[in-house]
């Protein structure tokens, strides 16, 4: 993936937030994230605030137009009725990847495989309206801003698949792994300072993300600061800044290295270059809201329990 498109996705990601949860409206109602309710039998409404979607009867025939969206398909057990995702849509590696576009989403495209639910992660290019006029139902899964968020969308997609149950399972597996990861941080007066870089262009992450509410939970707090989420730093303020803790999530888009970054101009001063606390992430898992949450959480709680807590004041 090239910066530019890496960009591109960040910002698409902080465009979407406020999208609704499900088709036919959009609303910051707290309604918005309510979890649906139900056996698992059909037909089956999951309510968006003010706006809702009713699916009449179990899908057989689901298109997946965002890797979340895969990922939380087939980890609720509805992975059986995914006959096609798009091409972005690379985990599990089973998933019936196709050429259909989750960004630029072609109706007609999307029609060729006869779904009878799509899930997407934004509405895009109509796509809501136009499958509506096909007798489509979708459900829209936008980015989350909370882990809670996401135990709902986790929730719905059960809900929409027939899978109410399994999904419920997710979600408390989910809680009880990063509950343990948590009680097993040490205790910290201050927290370590970190720097997330999403490409080699110094583009960053504040507290106010998705993933910078999880590096919150874990201990740490962004150098990035400010109105813009995803600001782009310049090196004068990151080694400025001296963050504890180096995150590099553009390993595989740009082919940064914790050796790269050692050889960027007065980078080898950095404390956490010093330490060897430069660590390469998943970029896919780091930029994804869906139940592999738990594998960056375990990673990151990990490399944090590793740094001896500085010992209290007399």
Known sequence: MTPHLRRGLVFVLAAIVTTAAACGTSTDSPEAHSPPTGDGAFPVTIGTGDGSV?????????????????????????????????????????????????????????????????????????????????????????????????????????????????????VAGMQTDIAEILDGLPDREVPLTYYHELDDTYFSVTDATFIGGIYSMLGLRSIAEGPDAYPQLSAEFILQADPDVIFLADGQCCGVTPETVAERAGW??????????????????ASRWGPRVVDLMREVGGIVAAIPAAAPAP
């Open 54 to 170: 009713t699916i009449e009867s179990r899908p057989e025939s689901v298109v997946s137009l965002g890797p979340t969206a895969t990922e939380m398909l087939y980890a609720v057990g509805a992975g059986d009725q995914v006959v096609a995702v798009d091409d972005r849509s690379d985990y599990p590696e089973n998933a019936p990847r196709t050429a259909l576009s989750g960004y630029t989403p072609n109706v007609e495209a999307v029609l060729g495989y006869e779904p009878d639910l799509v899930v997407t992660t934004e509405d895009s290019a109509d796509l809501v309206s136009g499958l509506a006029t096909a007798r489509v139902p979708t459900l829209v899964l936008p980015a989350a801003q909370t882990l809670d968020d996401v135990y709902v969308q986790i929730e719905q997609v059960g809900a929409a698949t027939g899978h109410v149950g399994d999904a419920a399972e997710v």
């Open 268 to 285: 080898p001063e950095l404390t956490a270059v010093r330490e060897g606390r430069v660590f390469v992430l998943d970029e896919d898992v």
